[in-house]
């Protein structure tokens, strides 16, 4: 009976969750400079910030959001402010890299835990995300569609988002992948440091 209006929600998903953003990009950096494992648990973050975005607008709070400009550009500062932190703090890797053997970066672990807050909080504030599914739960899925159908598509699209990330991480954490990209040296935490705060950027003025 709701086949339709799931396909719907997959494909608005699919098309969301493939463009370039934040998410991909703090992927990206924890596959390359940590490994295809401190990827996996970054993206397991966003999956499950997915279902937080869910949560706020099954109670009602992302319509709060969206009415209340000053509330919402509060969130989107936020954002921009923290990814605005991480590109910094790749700028400041790079300076500290500066001096390492034929320039290269060495690859330190990221404990699990830490990696898991990075991608939940890159997609928990991203104010994009919060429009996404403001959209969703507004336009896209009826009101009379049942709660428990609603937590069902919520299900999906965090397990969707996890598993789309995590197949990057794979990808992106090959060794023949990463080593190419660090031998890039402080190029690539310099590259990645400017684009986070590109986005960061984008969000706090441009949103």
């Known amino acids: 009976m709701y086949w339709a209006e799931f396909l719907t929600i997959a494909a608005a998903h699919l098309a969301a969750v493939a463009s370039p953003g934040p998410d991909f990009a703090v992927v990206l950096k924890q596959s390359v400079s940590n490994g295809s494992r401190s990827g996996v648990w970054t993206s397991l973050g966003v999956g499950c910030a997915i279902l937080l975005h869910v949560t706020y607008c099954l109670l009602g709070v992302a319509v709060l959001l969206n009415q209340s400009p000053s509330l919402f550009a509060a969130v989107r500062y936020v954002a921009a402010a923290y990814l605005f932190y991480l590109g910094l703090t790749a700028l400041r890797d790079a300076v500290k890299s500066q001096g390492a053997t034929d320039g290269q970066l060495s690859a330190e672990k990221l404990r699990p835990l830490k990696a898991f807050y990075l991608g939940f909080l890159t997609n928990g504030l991203n104010p994009k995300a919060t429009l996404f599914f403001l959209a969703l739960f507004t336009v896209v899925i009826d009101s009379a569609t049942p709660t428990l159908v609603q ?15 995590a197949m990057l991480s794979a990808l992106l954490g090959r060794p023949s992948f990463r080593s190419a990209l660090l031998r890039m040296g402080v190029w690539f935490e310099r590259v990645m440091g400017i684009i986070l705060i590109a986005l960061a950027l984008q969000i706090a003025l441009f949103s």
Do not use: D, K, Q
């Open 151 to 165: 937590v069902g598509y919520g299900v999906y699209l965090s397990i969707a988002t996890f598993l789309w990330f």
